[in-house]
């Protein structure tokens, strides 16, 4: 499966921003989607995950209750919706698909997009 990330882009703290995650050639509900992030100078990490299923979602500490996943099996995508963001959100944004499954850890994810760059300013 090919993955493109998009919605990236420069706000200010409180904003909210929504990136999108299209994803080409096998059956995208048979993946369970997730999002991740790398801050400059740190370790990629989890953010979300919405099962394959659709059932179930994942969050970090970091972001529950600001942020939302949510996929459309019609279109093939799934969103990241970030509100009351803070300029500790600021990474590159990567989403990542794995066959079933729901989980946080990136090493079983086997497909990865290209990443988006989000920054939040104070």
């Known amino acids: 499966v090919q993955l493109q990330a998009s919605g990236g882009g420069s706000v200010r703290a409180g904003d909210s921003l929504r990136l999108s995650c299209a994803a080409s050639?096998?059956?995208?509900?048979?993946?369970?989607m997730g999002w991740f992030r790398q801050a400059p100078g740190k370790e990629r990490e989890f953010v979300a995950a919405?099962?394959?299923?659709?059932?179930?979602?994942l969050y970090s500490d970091s972001v529950k209750g600001r942020f939302t996943i949510s996929r459309d099996n019609v279109k093939n995508t799934v969103h990241l919706l970030m509100a009351s963001l803070k300029p500790e959100d600021t990474a590159i944004y990567y989403c990542?698909?794995?066959?079933?499954?729901?989980?946080?850890?990136?090493?079983?994810?086997?497909?990865w997009g290209q990443g988006t760059q989000v920054t939040v300013s104070s």
């Open positions: 990542a698909a794995r066959e079933y499954g729901l989980d946080k850890f990136q090493n079983l994810y086997n497909y």
């Open positions: 050639g096998r059956t995208f509900n048979s993946y369970t």
């Open positions: 919405d099962s394959w299923s659709g059932g179930s979602t």
